[in-house]
Structures are given as C-alpha cells and as structure tokens.
C-alpha cells in the first residue's frame, strides 16, 4: 500500500468529526467531536491517545481505522487520504497490515480461542495448516496455550483480552490500534496486557496507537496525545525513566 | 475451513436462524393456501381448474393487501434477523472479510432460509390445502366428488416466492454491506430511528383516512376495493405511527406515568418504528379481516335466502302468448300475473324490465309521478349486491338502448367489447329504490365485466306506451305462481319458450328469460355455500397471519426480555411484578394493533354496510353480528398473547432457575 513512498505510516491533517442527531422536532442537532486534530505517526511508534470521557479519543481511533470517515481534514495511511481507501483494497488492508483490539474483546462466541486466533489467517484464504501452525505459536508466545480450545465464554476477561491481541497479531500487521484494551480488567490483567503490547511494539517493531485513560498504562507509550473537548491540548514526549513519564502524565491528566 | 467457520458462527445463532426460517415457511404456506383454496372454490364454482392468469385475478380480488403485508413482514424479520447477526457480520468486516467471502457468508445464509423456508413452506401450504380440499368435498360434496389440485397455486406462491426473496436479499446485502464500527459496538441491539411527533404525518393520516371513508361510497369500477383498501392501509400506518408517537412523546412529558410505564415501554421509546411497524401489520391483517371479509361472510348468512326469489316461476314472454297462459291455468290450477313491458339494454352490459308508472302503482300499490324524460329504478339485488353502483355504472343519465340486446349494440374489438352509438343518454334517473319484486336474476354477462342485476325500470305512462311499439324483444311480464305440478309446468313453460320467447344475449347456452325462483334459490344457496365457505378460509388464514405475527416477533424479542428479567431479578422485583412486567410488555404490540386494526375498519364497515340501505331489521342484525365477531377477534388476539406472554415468562423463569443451581 502506497509503496515506500510515504514519510508517516499516520498523518492526521485538521481532522473534524461531527456527528448528526435527530431531534424530536425533526431537526438536526451537530455534535462535533474532533475540532481539527493534527499529528503524525511513526513506524515503530507506541502512541497513546488520552483525554476525559467524550473528548473524542475512540473517534479519532476509529477514523484513524479506517472504521468511519473524518467530516473535514484529513487522515493519510501510507501517504494515501483514508476516504480514498475503499472496498476489497480496504478490506486488505484491515487483514494484512491493520489490527484493532477492542475494549470489549468481541471474539466469536462460537468459535474456539484457537479458531479465533486464526480468524483474519482463514479470511485471507492463507494455508490452514499453517493458519494453525501461526495461531498456536501466538498463544504460546503470549501464554494462552492452554487455552486454545476453550470457548471465549470460559475465559476470565484477561485471558480474553489476551486472545484478542493474538487474533490481532496472527497476520502480522504493521499497525495495531487499541481502543481501551484494559478498560474491563483488573489491574494485573491490565498489566499483563500492556506489557504484551509494550513487547509486541519493543520486540516486534509494531506501531501501535493505544487509546486509554490509565496513565499507568499510558506510561508505556513513547508519546501521549491529550484531547479535550476534541482538541489536543498537549502532546507529552517519553523521556527519562516510566516513573517520571508517569508522574508527568498525571500532572498533564490533572489540568483536563 | 473459512465455510466450516461460518457455519460454526451461524450455528450460535441457530434459534433466531430457525425462526426466521419458520418464519418464511409460514408465509410461503400461506401464498400457497389461499391460491390453493381460491383454485378449489374456482373448480368447485366453474367444474375447471383455473390456469395462472384467472387464479392470479382471483387471488389478487381478496390477497393483495395481504400479500404485500406478507412481504412487507419479510422484510422487517430479515432485517430484525440482519440487526442480531450485526454484531458478526460487523466483526468480519472489522477482520477485513473480502466481498467474495461477505457474499458466500450472507448468499449461503441466505441460501438456506430460502430453500428452507420455500421447501418447508410448500410441504406446510400442501398439508393446509389438503385439509380445506377435504372439508370443501365434503361441504360440496353435491357438486363435485373430487377437487384436484392444479398446478398454478404452486407457480403462484414460487413467483411470490421468489420477488420476496429477491426483494430481501437485495436490502439485506445493502444493509450488512453498509455495517459499521457501532454495529459491532451494538452487538444486534442497536436501536432504531428516534421517536418524533410529526404533525404533518398525522395530518396526512386523518386527511387519507377521511378520503379511505368516502372512497368507501365512492364508485371505482373495475378495481373495486382496492382504493379504498389501499387508501385505509395507507392512512392507518399514518395513524399508527403519527398518533404512536404523539402518545409515547406525551406520556414522557407526564413524569409520574411515564416513569411508572418505563419498565415495559422501554424499547418502544428505543425501537418505536419496529415495534410499530409490526403492530402495523397485524393492525392491517385485521383491517383486512373486518372490512373485506366479515361484511361478505354476513352477506352470505343465512344460506338461504327466499326473500330475494319470491315467486315461482318469472318469464319474459310476448303478447300473443296469453293463450298458451290460459291453457296452463286451466289444466294445473297456475295462478298467473302479466304486466306489460319491454326490455331495456344498458350500456353495463345489462338488460332490465322497463315497466310504466301504472304498471308499477298497481304492482306496488305506491304512487309515482314521472314525466316523459324520467326514469325510477327498482334494483332488484340481494344484500350482498346492495350498495353497488346503479345503472350504467351509476350515471344520472344511463346509457338506454329500448328493447333487447343484441350483437347490433356492440363494437367487438381486440380491445375488448364496446357499447356501440345506438345506447343514447335519454333519459334522467328521477329516483331509485331498492325492493324485489320479480327476482334478484343476474344476467349472466361477460365475464371480465362482472355482475349486472336485472332491475325493473319504471317509465312514464305515455312515454311507456310510445316507446313500446318499437321495443325489440319480450314484451309481456309473466309471474306465476304453481300450486302443484311444478315440473310439468316448468318443462312445459321451457318448451314453449323455445319456439316462440327472446333468447337471453348473455346466456352463452342461448337460454331464454326464464327464472325458476325454485332453481334460483338452489344456485343462490350454493353460491352462499361457496361465500361462506371462501369467507371463513380467508377470515381463519389471516387471523393466524395476526398471531404469528405477534408470536414470531414475541419470541424474536425473547433475548430482550430474558436479558429485562435477569434486570428485574436483580433489582430486587418480586416474582408477581416480574410477571406483570412481562405480561405488559407482551401485549403491547396487541395491543397497539387492535387499537389500529379494529377502529378504522369497524368504521369503515359501518359505512359500507350504511350504504347498502338495508332494513332496520337487517342494519340491526349486522351490528350485532359485527359486535359479537370483533369483540371474538380481540378477545382471541389478548388469549393468544397472554397465553404467550405466561409461556415467555416461565420459559424465562425456568432458566433462571438453572441459572441459579
């Protein structure tokens, strides 16, 4: 997709997002939720994304996804604007090069977590005796193998969050995006999660963009962007120790 | 591997899958049981099975609303189907599923409701016509020995099949293409349109109900019903929906009720168009049910009916003929009556009795001024054909040919059959009345025009006498009476007639103008028979299409109201008021649905059944019918729903029972 030719895997220009209700008179009410948000990310990045409820932060990962359009700027994956992106080229993309990990896990019910892991390998049409091969190498990697032929509904909210970053690696893609991976889980299962990303971007070289509002778990990423009210309102470099990154992103946290 | 993990992921939808597919047979069944029964009471009506097109025509007379309800509800169960596998469907697209692969899923999906539901539907249909073939054999069993089953109800209901499906593949693969992130987020219950209170569409609903009311009363030719069922069926959705939402948004504003109704109405503020729509439906099914159906069925009732042919023989005989009147007095005992007339054509493809003001006064014993250029018409119909258009399609001034039909009146052309210039608008309908004196006789007319009533036309005295010397055809009026020997005299009067009488134009047998009260009473009662028997087919079909469509969408919505209970277990609700909950929330769309599908029709009814101009015998009659029936259909629809609303509540009960062990 778009070659080597690009400088930044992400390029958010000016980017808005209004939605449209419905009133009860029959009118039409905008809420706009990104009021020109600008940034850029690199390969090999761990970005998070911060801010109070409602500023805006799972609206921008999911433009960013490709998952909804911006109303006005830009986003450019690989150099190419997002709304260019469409149909079966945007449906490879989102097997081969993209991955979402959701706060809710939504992993197939009906399915094994070993036949969830391998999910985007079958979509892709890959070898399923490879597809196999691959999704129990992930669970080893990232301690789920024994787990594999466990139905989703057996799995404690750790393990399931755990499952869902394997189905999100299984294809190896370049970006992960995460929209409040540890928001359902208790602090050690946040833990062992972010630690998993952390690794993935560290070990792997994944870029990762990661929206949380835990600045214990922020403190893992290189930089932190803070939104409010649909504006970053600062951007926080990693520097020095995650102690002092840490104590830094909630002095930042305190003023939202 | 990719289709095993499909079938893995439809297969945790299995229930709402096997619904849908019960859903579709129970529709395929039922295009295929009323094209069936229309083709049995067509063999039994004509001794001939009827091929696509009459059927088509047949069907469509009484189906056609219900038909497009039928699809209409399709569509909505798809898309209640699509709305829960939303959460899958929007979860592949996430993993980025290709469009050849969204196809295979959805097509196979799809795929195996169709040839589910069309196979099952067919078996279902084919078992329900087996059993009305049977009871209709039996009913007429002095008719025909064996009905068969003819071919066309099977392509019928496969074309209605196949637009169905066509039409719900195509709005399904659009819907589950356009999925997105909140779908996924929703996981199927993501909610519908907001509720508005729109005065324009309630203006719109009482301005098309008000033009439903007079379209009742309003001739509309060769289509008949179908304005003013389609008008109704347009305008209660309207209603429905305009006057549902100005309730709902109501209620809200009046905090102590609204809070006290929340628990139950909930998701009629969070889906109010589905909830409607389907309360639509069944609304519409019983619209169906009281306005077409009910008012025929009393028609009919009872079979019998010896008012309408009052005496025993009526024969359209000529002057000259009183000779041969004399000798069946003489020789039988007949008592016989003549009263000069002619025959009058009209332009509706019908011939009547045209008689003078005296003829009538003395008949009648009522007084009647008339001048040379007026008309008075006596309609000659029975109640079911009371209310319908008058001569000439009801024109003040009918197009009149005096004296009989013949080929000379008529232009034939491939476009059909034309009055020619001879029939001339002469004369002006002074009044009408509408009372039996000589028979309720149709003339048996060109099929593709319909029912035409011999009526008795009454001219003025002079006119009558100047008109008469010229009037081709029967020109004396012979009713008899016939103490005994009937037979005899009736073969007798045949016989004579066939030398010397006018042959009725219309009798594709060449048959004089002849009616034997005793005969016409006999094919009176059958045609009744066949009402009746069509009537409680067709009442009975689409008072089923009103419970399943409770039923089906009550058990769609069954996770819903598990998931509510579990809500009102854990706050603490006892098991009286979990139960109350529940049972409110069940009958609801019932509810919303009599409220829609009894008021209007019953309405609408009152005014068909007002224009007929019946006797206040009959006018009371029918009000107390009509009362009994749909207090019946209201009282069977809340039996139903209640009887659904306890099954609902102890299968949920039971489970969370289990749940707790």
Not at chain 1, 10 to 36: C, D, F, H, M, W
Not at chain 1, 62 to 68: I, P, S
Request: aromatic content about 12%.
């Amino acid at each position: 997709m778009g070659g080597n030719n690009y400088e930044h895997i992400l390029e958010v220009k000016e980017l808005e997002r209004n939605y449209y209700a419905p009133t009860a008179k029959g009118g039409q009410i905008i809420y706009s939720i990104l009021k020109g948000v600008s940034f850029q990310v690199e390969a090999g990045e761990f970005i998070g994304i911060m801010g109070t409820s409602g500023c805006g932060k799972t609206t921008l990962l999911k433009t960013l996804g490709m998952l909804d359009l911006p109303s006005g700027g830009s986003v450019r994956y690989k150099g190419v604007p997002t709304n260019r992106i469409v149909g079966d080229k945007l449906a490879k993309i989102r097997r081969t090069e993209l991955a979402f990990v959701f706060q809710d896990f939504y992993l197939m019910d009906s399915l094994t977590v070993k036949e969830n892991i391998m999910m985007p390998l079958i979509l892709n049409e890959d070898n399923p005796k490879k597809s196999e091969q691959t999704a129990v190498r992930m669970a080893e990697k990232f301690g789920i193998a024994a787990l594999l032929n466990k139905k989703p509904y057996e799995l404690s909210g750790g393990e399931k969050q755990r499952t869902a970053i394997c189905r999100a690696m299984a294809a190896d893609p370049e970006l992960i995006l995460a929209d409040e991976p540890t928001g359902n889980l208790d602090s050690n299962s946040s833990m062992l999660v972010i630690k998993t990303l952390s690794h993935i971007n560290k070990r792997m070289g994944k870029t990762i963009v990661l929206v949380t509002h835990d600045p214990k778990v922020a403190s893992y990423c290189d930089k932190i962007i803070l939104l409010k009210d649909g504006i970053i309102l600062n951007t926080l470099e990693k520097s020095g120790e995650k102690k002092e990154f840490y104590q830094r992103i909630l002095r930042q946290m305190a003023k939202l | 591997m990719l289709n095993k993990f499909f079938l893995k992921i439809l297969w945790n939808r299995r229930r709402d899958f096997f619904l849908v597919v019960l859903s579709g047979m129970f529709i395929i069944s039922m295009v295929y049981f009323s094209a069936a029964v229309g083709s049995f009471l067509s063999f039994v009506n004509t001794g001939r099975l009827p091929e696509m097109t009459p059927l088509i025509g047949e069907v469509e007379k009484f189906y056609l609303l219900p038909y497009v309800l039928l699809l209409f509800l399709m569509l909505l169960i798809l898309l209640s189907y699509i709305r829960k596998r939303s959460g899958d469907y929007a979860m592949l697209a996430v993993l980025g599923i290709q469009t050849k692969h969204r196809y295979r899923f959805v097509g196979m999906e799809y795929a195996g409701i169709i040839l589910l539901s069309s196979c099952g539907g067919m078996m279902l249909g084919f078992l329900e016509a087996e059993a009305a073939r049977r009871i209709l054999e039996g009913i007429f069993k002095d008719i025909t020995d064996h009905i068969p089953f003819g071919t066309a109800p099977v392509k019928l209901a496969v074309i209605i099949s196949l637009i169905m499906f066509g039409l719900g593949f195509i709005i399904c693969d659009q819907v589950v293409s356009c999925l997105g992130a909140d779908a996924l987020a929703a996981g199927g219950k993501k909610s519908g349109r907001p509720l508005k209170k729109s005065p324009v569409l309630l203006f719109a609903g009482i301005v098309t109900e008000l033009i439903a009311l007079a379209s009742v009363v309003t001739y509309w030719g060769r289509i008949k019903g179908h304005v003013p069922q389609a008008l109704a069926a347009g305008g209660l959705f309207l209603m429905m929906i305009s006057v549902g939402g100005f309730y709902l948004t109501r209620l809200r504003e009046n905090k102590g009720r609204y809070y006290r109704k929340l628990l139950w109405l909930d998701d009629w503020y969070h889906r109010f168009y589905y909830h409607m729509n389907m309360a639509y439906i069944a609304a519409a099914f019983l619209f169906v049910i009281i306005f077409d159906f009910m008012p025929a069925l009393f028609d009919s009732l009872p079979l019998v009916q010896p008012e309408n042919y009052p005496n025993d023989l009526v024969w359209q005989a000529n002057e000259g003929d009183e000779e041969f009147l004399e000798s069946l007095k003489e020789r039988y005992g007949v008592k016989v009556e003549t009263r000069k007339s002619f025959r009058v054509a009209t332009a509706d493809f019908g011939e009547h009795t045209g008689i003078s003001v005296s003829e009538y006064e003395a008949w009648t014993k009522e007084h009647l001024e008339l001048s040379d250029k007026e008309i008075f018409v006596v309609h000659q119909r029975d109640r079911e054909d009371r209310g319908l258009i008058g001569l000439d399609f009801g024109n003040r001034s009918p197009r009149m040919y005096i004296g009989s039909t013949d080929y000379d009146l008529w232009i034939f052309s491939g476009a059909g059959v034309m009055p020619g210039n001879q029939f001339v608008r002469e004369y002006i309908v002074k009044g009408t009345k509408e009372r039996i004196l000589t028979g309720n006789f149709k003339t048996r007319s060109l099929d593709f025009i319909g029912e035409v009533y011999e009526d008795i036309i009454v001219f003025a005295d002079k006119e009558f006498e100047r008109i008469r010397q010229n009037a081709r055809g029967a020109n004396l009026l012979v009713i008899m009476e016939i103490p005994k020997h009937r037979d005899e005299v009736v073969e007798e009067v045949y016989a004579y007639a066939r030398e010397h009488s006018q042959v009725n134009f219309y009798d594709w047998q060449e048959g004089n103008l002849i009616y034997e009260g005793r005969q016409q009473g006999i094919e009176s009662r059958k045609q009744k028979m066949y009402g009746v028997s069509a009537m409680l087919i067709n009442i009975i079909t689409l008072f089923l299409c009103v419970l399943f469509v409770l039923i089906e969408k009550q058990e769609s919505e069954y996770g819903n109201m598990a998931w509510k209970y579990q809500f009102y277990y854990r706050s603490g609700m006892t098991g009286k008021g979990r139960k109350k909950n529940v049972g409110r929330e069940v009958l609801m769309t019932a509810k919303a649905a009599l409220c829609g599908g009894l008021i209007l029709p019953v309405l609408m009814t009152a005014e068909k059944v007002w224009s007929k101009r019946l006797p206040k015998k009959w006018n009371i009659t029918y009000l107390i019918w009509g009362a009994v029936f749909v207090l019946a259909a209201a009282m069977m629809v809340c039996a139903v729903m209640k009887v659904t609303a306890h099954h609902t509540f102890s299968k949920i009960e039971r489970g969370n029972k289990n749940g707790r062990e």
